[in-house]
């Protein structure tokens, strides 16, 4: 492990911590505008945050260990994540430590404890949300499995590094498999992240949401943790996204100046992602619960259809 | 040996023949035991016979064992228990009368072919009786099953051991010895025996009709 | 001073003095007594035979060989423990008022004879003896089955008495035929119809005779055996006998109407030198498996369940005599050891718990455990020992016979499966409930006697962990000899 | 380790100490003191000391004994090899747990004599390892039997309660079944030779028909075991009709020893398996595993729920062997040997995970009389031993990392994504599915322990006297933190653990996972490649760790660690009772609506006027509508049909005997 591998891993987790919030507020400020409202500022998120660590943190009586400890394995589980996706460079000392299997495990971790914390107090809000947020999870999490797999077996491998540089690597040519993955992958991330038409960040209608649900009893800084988590899933996602399906410009091995062309290559793609993201959320509506696993069960088949076509075509 | 004597045992085989058919299709009891005594007697004539003929002296005395049980002993058994227990009729068979003859007559061919080729083999002084000794056991065995009272069933069983009986003498020069009055013991034994449950049937169901006796089965 | 005319002399002595001593108190302490010394002179004939080998005496008209030597063995065994067993059994039947001193009376001097004629019928080099010596043991345990006097037990000793003596009525004529082909060999003496004789010249019968004479002497001996359909006195003598007498019938009379069978079909093999015999004897056995299957998972009444059970393994038995070959025949021969052992000392076990419950219908048996444990685990280690679960000996011959039915007769192992799956359940279904659970028991007013049980249960266990050398011995001459 | 270390005798010593200790239980039926004090913690201590012996003897060549019990001719014939002494090595290590966590658990109140219990529960621990040990037909069947009978007893130790006679009936009978179909199976194996040993049958080659025969009667006769559709009745109903300790051995080790029979018919015994074997493995395992999730999500009492589980692992593990079955047969060792690892060490990680689960129901059990979840909640504040055990045991269920059971899944993904080499056509495109399959059943494996830890451990007690449920004793968090312990370094360190359990593979395949060099280094996974694929828990823990560390840290140097106590908020909904958390059912009822045909559902559903209303549903097996029942009722049939020999009349009788003379003198004459 060189010292190239560490700075590059270093600069991945800042990057992370700090673009995380940003595209949440990037996204938040093209769906104001697309919905004719004043935008907040951009770092909006950052200010909330700021607020929230202020805060002092209001705990239930009931609430136990397990409670205070959610926040910080799950804010942990993220941002390991995104320090393992590669976003800039390939060459990242951390990515042996976990392929894309263990990514998505690694998701499904901090779906646990979440769920677990929010069954912890014991109000019916937080177990509604616990079984939503699971019912979400255990549909999701084989669709984007059957992404990766696509993915690897193309390139003939589960390491993310490997995947992007081979991907990279290849002529621009469509393959159908990497459509129907994409389109896969892009219904998984709006379950994944609460977004619409599955759940609605923005919502605090009690009966519709899942993700407002599960932090219900959460104040202080371990909402704060919880947010800032939840927009660095966020980023992991669409850096897993743009890793997958748009991976030209990330850094190779130890290759400093396409490092730091990586970083503006990188902003740009999350840019359009997000707006693209932001036009999404507004064009759709949110869908009734009962019909989220029909949704995900949708995205699961064209997973698996994204398999066979890639056996079939080999392509 | 003389044709003389052959035809003698032949006649005798007839005649437990056509004993068997009598008892087949006789319903009073008392003439039941009459016929089963002409049936021993008609057995221990032929084993006489073919004593005298071959000159085997073990013969006589199976025959006079035959006679003295079959012809005297179990008879007389027989009628002090009809007597005592004051059965006389067997009056429904389980099939009419004519359809046994009709069976009884489908037996006796079976058992002549079943007969057949062994009786090739038999040194023996008259060949048809082995055929003959197989109907008689098939047809007490068919008496047995369509009689429904005790009695005549107990008669169908010792009838079916005289044809036993005539097998062993008249095809096979008579069983060992020890054999015979091994056999013969057991028949009386068994037949007193026989007596004792008679009588223990009775007082417990007063009657010998044997549809008393079908309480034991799956239901 | 010769083992083997005590070892027919004790009994049948025993059975005539008893009957003379009268209806006394210690009858039932005479009777253990004389069954004892009959094992004493079976362990001392034994012993002759492991020494010297294979005997005859009085003529040739006895013969010890490793076939029987062993079934001598055990018959005295057995009817010794059964002995130790009737004692305080057959004083509770006076207590419960089901038994008069004149029934006992009766009893004990019956079962001496009976022991007696099973004897005979084992060691006799004579068919015809043997023929004698199957009639006399209907005839004694006729008796036996009728001593109750009650109606059911009437019509069951009609039942057994009909359908027996008609059996062996069949036999007798297979018999005559036997010796009619055999004198054509041997001449007209008297040892004609002396086995030992007719197994030397046995290739030399006359195979249209010796067919016919077999196919009789299957289906009389076999009404004995209790092979399905000329099973049907069975089940009833079983049940509505005392419990002692249906020990023996399971556990040694099939037993001796089995062993003559083989004896019979070692002749009809040998003069046909085709598998005709060894055929009709798998067919017969494969049917009374299934059929008893099926039988046993619609019973009530607890000692008719385990006299089907009985049908089934006597059918399984042979089946795997019908298979011939040594494997199979060791395993059958195992088998008849192991299973002999074991049902008895279940019938042991049912007798108390039968008694104890004041009833023979297994609805009204329950939570033997909870009264006396000893009972409940005899029971249950008893039956989940015939039922062929390992260690016990049962699983050991059960294991040979499937494993060489499937690969000589593959055709039969779904059968067999189905039969011992079935057979499994039903027996299972019904015992674990009198085992366990609540009680509705009452207790004895004599101490049950369960050595015995447990003896057995142990011996079957030995069994199926370690034969001993002597009795693999036997059993492997044994199965040579019968081809 | 060199093969003149006497690891075979040392075993068999082990097991003949377990006989002694059982013997010296039933020795004293009634002293609870000694057998729970000292007898079982011997007998977990041995457990331990067998597990030294089997790994002493995994990098060593076999070791065979003959015993002077069994047939003549065919004496007892012991064997140690690679595969025998993995599975030991399982059993050793669960078994202690299990062992020191029962001398805590077992009371005298529980139905039979502890001596009693101590001789059944050691003659199961014995049985098993003799299964493990058996070299030749006679020997296997005795042990196989021996532990069912044992575990047999086991589980109606209650018999007073009429359900777990029923329990007790139906695990004895399905297990006979298929031990008949096992015997079978060594039938057609001996090929004619009559020699009932192992070593002749691995002498033997059969031709294919014959060979598929011996196999499915293997999958029939183990599958009945294992719990494979549709032979896994019995599982649901003797799990929690068992005392904890009893369903931990069953459950974490006994279910294994199926598994262990199936690779040694399949891959040892019949040498060069077909590949439709491999197909059909696959198939029936998916089934199974898709089965038990399901229907663990749906249950309502938490054993139930973890015998389910149970169903499901042991499917996956199936899935992992027939995947293996499928690269062997098409020639393909390396990744066999990745599909037979993957086979292996989850047959590890669920005995240790699953043991440690049902201790914890055990616990709980014990301190709650409850075994519905619908009566539990809030058990983590009351018993924080069991809850913290139990929650690394979930997540190890849930096949989440660092966890043990991640890493088994890793390797039987990793399995499935090389598929893609496979020659034939129709297979490449199937087997993606089974992935597909595979992966949701692990999902839906996260949704069941979510439901299971949440609703005995999490939120408010839902009924008054758990409040006085008391935390597990000594000797019970000894057993929970042993295999707490397990679950942890299994899941951390899986590079060590699979070079010591390779041999097994290579035993089996001819060919190992570590062939050519090491599997990755030490901290690294890459069974194939680097490039290819890696994992590396360690680190990821680390840094998971250190990110938590850091951020506590920071976040209390930089703001503050305030923290004020609050009835909970809610949404502001005043008065909320226990009552309104969700339920079991509750949880369960997304996975019901989503495969709702697989359920037999009987709802009951209060009318609008009710004024006590009730909501009622029950979920029975579709496989005792589809097959037991109509099987029962076809023999009842038959038997009545057979009853019609016996009608009571003696003239008919006779009839009978007179026909079948005259048949048979028809055939004789012809």
């Known amino acids: 492990m060189n010292v190239e591998g560490v700075f590059a891993q270093l600069t991945a987790a800042v990057v992370a911590l700090v673009l995380g919030p940003l595209l949440t507020g990037w996204v938040n400020q093209w769906r104001a505008w697309l919905q004719n409202r004043t935008a907040p500022p951009l770092t909006q998120p950052f200010r909330t945050l700021h607020k929230l660590f202020w805060k002092e943190s209001v705990m239930a009586h009931e609430a136990s260990a397990l409670y205070r400890l959610a926040p910080y394995v799950v804010f942990s589980c993220m941002l390991l994540a995104s320090m393992i996706i590669p976003t800039l460079s390939t060459n990242l000392p951390l990515a042996p430590a976990a392929d894309a299997i263990a990514l998505v495990g690694l998701f499904a971790l901090a779906r646990l404890f979440i769920s677990l914390a929010a069954m912890d107090v014991g109000t019916a809000f937080g177990s509604l949300g616990a079984r939503r947020e699971m019912l979400v999870g255990f549909l999701a999490e084989p669709a984007f499995l059957m992404v990766v797999f696509t993915a690897s077996l193309i390139t003939d491998s589960t390491s993310l590094a490997t995947i992007v540089s081979s991907l990279s690597h290849r002529s621009l040519a469509i393959l159908p498999s990497l459509a129907f993955a994409g389109v896969a992958f892009t219904m998984v991330s709006l379950a994944e992240n609460a977004r619409v038409p599955v759940d609605n960040p923005a919502t605090h209608l009690e009966l519709t949401m899942i993700h407002e649900a599960l932090v219900l009893e959460y104040s202080g800084r371990h909402l704060a943790l919880l947010e800032w988590a939840a927009s660095l899933k966020l980023f992991a996602y669409s850096c897993a996204g743009l890793a997958l399906f748009f991976p030209w410009g990330v850094a190779e091995a130890n290759d400093r100046t396409a490092l730091a062309l990586a970083l503006p290559v990188l902003v740009a793609k999350l840019a359009a992602g997000g707006i693209a993201l932001a036009v999404i959320e507004t064009i759709l509506a949110k869908m009734r619960i009962f019909r989220v696993p029909e949704f995900l069960a949708t995205a699961f088949l064209l997973g698996v259809l994204a398999l066979l076509v890639h056996l079939l075509l080999g392509a | 040996m003389s044709p003389f004597a052959v035809q003698l045992v032949n006649l005798f085989a007839a005649a437990m023949l056509l004993l068997a058919f009598a008892m087949l299709s006789q319903r009073r009891i008392l003439a039941l035991i009459h016929l089963y005594a002409l049936q021993g007697l008609a057995l221990s004539a032929s084993t006489v016979t073919v004593a005298w003929a071959t000159g085997q002296d073990h013969l006589y005395y199976s025959a006079a064992i035959t006679f003295t049980l079959k012809v005297l002993l179990l008879p007389w058994i027989l009628h002090r228990l009809i007597r005592r227990l004051s059965v006389k009729w067997d009056v429904e068979t389980l099939i009419n009368i004519p359809t046994m003859m009709l069976v009884g007559i489908v037996l006796v061919v079976f058992s002549f072919n079943l007969a057949l080729p062994i009786s090739e083999f038999s040194r023996s002084i008259a060949r048809g009786t082995l055929g003959i000794a197989l109907a008689c056991v098939l047809l007490s065995f068919l008496m047995m099953i369509t009689r429904s009272k005790a009695v005549p069933q107990v008669i169908g069983f010792l009838s079916m051991e005289n044809g036993l009986f005539f097998a062993a003498t008249s095809a096979t020069y008579g069983m060992p010895m020890v054999v015979e009055l091994g056999i013969a013991l057991d028949v009386l034994v068994g037949m007193v025996i026989l007596g004792v449950f008679l009588f223990q049937i009775r007082e417990q169901f007063d009657s010998l009709d044997i549809h008393h006796l079908e309480k034991l089965k799956e239901d | 001073m010769d083992p083997l005319a005590i070892l027919l002399a004790v009994p049948l002595a025993g059975g005539f003095s008893l009957w003379a001593l009268g209806e006394?108190?210690?009858?039932?302490?005479?009777?253990?007594?004389?069954?004892?010394?009959?094992?004493?002179?079976?362990?001392?004939?034994?012993?002759?035979?492991?020494?010297?080998?294979?005997?005859?005496?009085?003529?040739?008209?006895?013969?010890?060989?490793?076939?029987?030597?062993?079934?001598?063995?055990?018959?005295?065994?057995?009817?010794?423990?059964?002995?130790?067993?009737?004692?305080?059994?057959?004083?509770?039947?006076?207590?419960?008022?089901?038994?008069?001193?004149?029934?006992?009376?009766?009893?004990?001097?019956?079962?001496?004879?009976?022991?007696?004629?099973?004897?005979?019928?084992?060691?006799?080099?004579?068919?015809?003896?043997?023929?004698?010596?199957?009639?006399?043991?209907?005839?004694?345990?006729?008796?036996?089955?009728?001593?109750?006097?009650?109606?059911?037990?009437?019509?069951?000793?009609?039942?057994?008495?009909?359908?027996?003596?008609?059996?062996?009525?069949?036999?007798?004529?297979?018999?005559?035929?036997?010796?009619?082909?055999?004198?054509?060999?041997?001449?007209?003496?008297?040892?004609?119809?002396?086995?030992?004789?007719?197994?030397?010249?046995?290739?030399?019968?006359?195979?249209?005779?010796?067919?016919?004479?077999?196919?009789?002497?299957?289906?009389?001996?076999?009404?004995?055996?209790?092979?399905?359909?000329?099973?049907?006195?069975?089940?009833?003598?079983?049940?509505?006998?005392?419990?002692?007498?249906?020990?023996?019938?399971?556990?040694?009379?099939?037993?001796?109407?089995?062993?003559?069978?083989?004896?019979?079909?070692?002749?009809?093999?040998?003069?046909?030198?085709?598998?005709?015999?060894?055929?009709?004897?798998?067919?017969?056995?494969?049917?009374?498996?299934?059929?008893?299957?099926?039988?046993?998972?619609?019973?009530?009444?607890?000692?008719?369940?385990?006299?089907?059970?009985?049908?089934?393994?006597?059918?399984?038995?042979?089946?795997?005599?019908?298979?011939?070959?040594?494997?199979?025949?060791?395993?059958?021969?195992?088998?008849?050891?192991?299973?002999?052992?074991?049902?008895?000392?279940?019938?042991?076990?049912?007798?108390?718990?039968?008694?104890?419950?004041?009833?023979?219908?297994?609805?009204?048996?329950?939570?033997?455990?909870?009264?006396?444990?000893?009972?409940?685990?005899?029971?249950?280690?008893?039956?989940?020992?015939?039922?062929?679960?390992?260690?016990?000996?049962?699983?050991?011959?059960?294991?040979?016979?499937?494993?060489?039915?499937?690969?000589?007769?593959?055709?039969?192992?779904?059968?067999?499966?189905?039969?011992?799956?079935?057979?499994?359940?039903?027996?299972?279904?019904?015992?674990?409930?009198?085992?366990?659970?609540?009680?509705?028991?009452?207790?004895?007013?004599?101490?049950?006697?369960?050595?015995?049980?447990?003896?057995?249960?142990?011996?079957?266990?030995?069994?199926?962990?370690?034969?001993?050398?002597?009795?693999?011995?036997?059993?492997?001459?044994?199965a040579k000899l019968l081809g | 380790m060199t093969t003149t270390f006497p690891a075979l005798d040392g075993v068999l010593a082990v097991v003949a100490a377990w006989f002694a200790i059982g013997v010296a239980g039933i020795a004293v039926p009634r002293s609870l003191r000694f057998v729970a004090l000292f007898l079982f913690p011997l007998s977990a201590l041995l457990g331990i000391v067998l597990a030294g012996f089997a790994l002493a003897a995994l990098p060593g060549a076999a070791q065979s004994a003959i015993l002077p019990i069994g047939l003549p001719g065919l004496p007892f014939h012991e064997r140690l090899d690679a595969l025998s002494a993995f599975f030991l090595a399982v059993l050793g290590l669960a078994g202690a747990g299990v062992s020191i966590f029962a001398g805590g658990y077992f009371r005298a109140g529980e139905g039979t004599a502890p001596g009693l219990m101590c001789l059944q529960y050691h003659v199961f621990l014995a049985g098993m390892a003799m299964v493990l040990l058996a070299d030749d037909a006679y020997a296997f069947m005795v042990s196989w039997e021996l532990m069912a009978l044992a575990s047999f007893f086991l589980v109606t130790t209650n018999h007073r309660i009429p359900e777990i006679q029923r329990a007790g009936f139906l695990y004895l009978l399905i297990a006979h079944i298929g031990a008949i179909g096992i015997l079978l199976c060594f039938g057609v194996l001996q090929a004619n030779t009559?020699?009932?040993?192992?070593?002749?049958?691995?002498?033997?080659?059969?031709?294919?028909?014959?060979?598929?025969?011996?196999?499915?009667?293997?999958?029939?006769?183990?599958?009945?075991?294992?719990?494979?559709?549709?032979?896994?009745?019995?599982?649901?109903?003797?799990?929690?009709?068992?005392?904890?300790?009893v369903s931990a051995l069953m459950s974490g080790v006994m279910l294994k020893t199926a598994i262990y029979g199936l690779a040694r018919v399949t891959f040892d015994l019949l040498g060069s398996p077909l590949w439709w074997w491999g197909v059909v493995a696959l198939a029936l395992g998916l089934a199974t595993a898709l089965f038990g999730a399901v229907f663990a999500a749906a249950q309502v009492d938490m054993k139930r729920l973890l015998a389910y589980s149970s169903i499901e692992n042991m499917g996956l593990v199936v899935v992992a062997f027939g995947l293996a079955i499928v690269f062997r047969a098409y020639g393909m060792p390396a990744l066999a040997a990745l599909a037979l690892m993957a086979m292996l060490y989850h047959c590890l990680n669920h005995a240790v995970f699953k043991s440690l689960l049902f201790l914890g129901t055990g616990s709980v059990l014990h301190a709650t009389q409850e075994r519905s979840l619908g009566k539990l909640g809030g058990l983590l504040r009351r018993m924080p031993w069991v809850a913290w055990t139990a929650l690394v045991g979930v997540i190890a269920a849930a096949a989440l990392p660092p966890s043990n059971g991640f890493v088994s899944e890793w390797l039987l993904l990793q399995g499935f994504l090389f598929t893609g080499g496979l020659p034939n056509p129709y297979l490449r495109m199937l087997v993606p599915i089974f992935a597909a399959g595979v992966v949701l059943v692990s999902a839906l494996a996260g949704y069941v322990m979510v439901k299971f830890f949440g609703v005995i451990f999490l939120g408010r007690p839902r009924e008054e006297k758990l409040a006085e449920a008391h935390d597990a004793g000594f000797l019970e968090r000894l057993g929970l933190a042993w295999l707490t312990a397990g679950c942890v370094l299994l899941g951390v360190f899986p590079v060590a653990v699979m070079e010591i359990v390779d041999p097994g593979a290579t035993l089996l395949l001819g060919h190992g996972l570590a062939q050519g060099g090491r599997i990755g280094d030490w901290l690294v996974l890459a069974p194939v490649s680097a490039e290819r694929a890696s994992y590396s828990p360690f680190a990821m823990l680390a840094v998971a760790l250190a990110v938590v560390g850091l951020v506590f840290v920071l976040v209390r140097r930089v703001y503050h660690g305030r923290v004020r106590r609050a009835p909970p908020w809610d949404c502001g909904y005043p008065l909320q009772t226990a009552r309104m958390q969700d339920t079991a059912e509750g949880f369960g009822q997304p996975i019901r609506q989503i495969f709702e045909p697989l359920f037999r559902m009987k709802r009951e559903l209060p009318t609008a006027f009710d004024t006590a209303p009730r909501y009622k549903v029950t979920i029975e097996d579709p496989m005792w509508h589809g097959i037991y029942e109509p099987i029962a009722r076809a023999t009842e049939a038959f038997s009545r049909i057979v009853g019609y020999l016996q009608r009571g009349r003696i003239a008919i009788y006779l009839l009978y005997s007179f026909l079948t003379l005259v048949a048979l003198l028809f055939l004789a004459q012809a």
């Open chain 4, 194 to 245: 009559g020699d009932y040993t192992f070593a002749n049958m691995r002498a033997q080659h059969l031709p294919a028909l014959r060979a598929s025969a011996a196999f499915l009667l293997a999958l029939f006769g183990f599958g009945a075991k294992a719990g494979i559709l549709p032979l896994h009745v019995w599982l649901p109903e003797a799990h929690p009709a068992a005392p904890s300790p």
């Open chain 3, 24 to 478: 006394r108190d210690s009858a039932p302490e005479i009777n253990a007594a004389f069954s004892f010394a009959t094992f004493m002179a079976a362990a001392w004939l034994t012993e002759d035979v492991i020494s010297t080998g294979p005997i005859t005496a009085f003529h040739e008209q006895f013969f010890v060989d490793p076939l029987n030597v062993f079934l001598v063995a055990l018959t005295a065994f057995v009817a010794f423990t059964t002995a130790l067993f009737s004692r305080p059994y057959m004083r509770t039947e006076r207590e419960h008022g089901r038994m008069t001193p004149a029934r006992l009376r009766l009893y004990h001097s019956m079962y001496q004879l009976f022991t007696f004629t099973m004897l005979l019928a084992l060691t006799t080099n004579n068919m015809g003896i043997l023929w004698v010596a199957m009639e006399a043991a209907t005839l004694t345990t006729v008796l036996l089955v009728s001593v109750y006097r009650t109606a059911a037990s009437l019509e069951a000793a009609w039942k057994y008495f009909i359908l027996c003596g008609v059996g062996i009525a069949q036999a007798l004529f297979g018999t005559i035929l036997l010796y009619f082909a055999a004198e054509r060999v041997l001449g007209p003496q008297g040892d004609a119809l002396l086995w030992t004789h007719l197994d030397v010249v046995k290739h030399q019968l006359e195979p249209a005779i010796m067919s016919l004479s077999f196919v009789f002497l299957l289906v009389g001996y076999g009404t004995k055996v209790g092979l399905v359909p000329l099973h049907n006195w069975l089940p009833d003598a079983h049940a509505e006998g005392p419990t002692p007498i249906s020990a023996v019938l399971s556990g040694l009379l099939l037993n001796v109407a089995l062993y003559s069978v083989i004896r019979c079909k070692v002749l009809a093999e040998g003069a046909l030198d085709s598998r005709f015999a060894g055929n009709m004897m798998m067919g017969f056995g494969l049917v009374s498996t299934l059929a008893a299957a099926f039988f046993l998972s619609r019973q009530r009444d607890i000692k008719r369940m385990f006299a089907y059970s009985s049908i089934e393994h006597m059918g399984l038995m042979t089946f795997a005599f019908g298979m011939g070959g040594p494997i199979a025949n060791f395993a059958g021969l195992l088998h008849m050891t192991v299973h002999s052992l074991v049902k008895s000392a279940i019938f042991f076990a049912v007798g108390h718990a039968a008694q104890k419950a004041g009833t023979q219908v297994m609805e009204d048996i329950r939570g033997l455990l909870r009264v006396s444990p000893r009972v409940g685990w005899g029971l249950m280690i008893g039956t989940l020992a015939i039922l062929g679960m390992p260690p016990f000996g049962v699983f050991a011959s059960e294991f040979l016979i499937l494993t060489t039915a499937m690969r000589e007769h593959a055709w039969a192992t779904p059968l067999l499966l189905l039969a011992l799956g079935v057979a499994f359940a039903a027996i299972l279904r019904r015992v674990q409930p009198m085992v366990f659970g609540e009680t509705t028991l009452r207790r004895l007013p004599y101490q049950p006697a369960l050595a015995p049980v447990f003896i057995h249960l142990g011996l079957g266990l030995m069994l199926g962990l370690y034969i001993p050398p002597y009795l693999a011995a036997w059993y492997q001459q044994a």
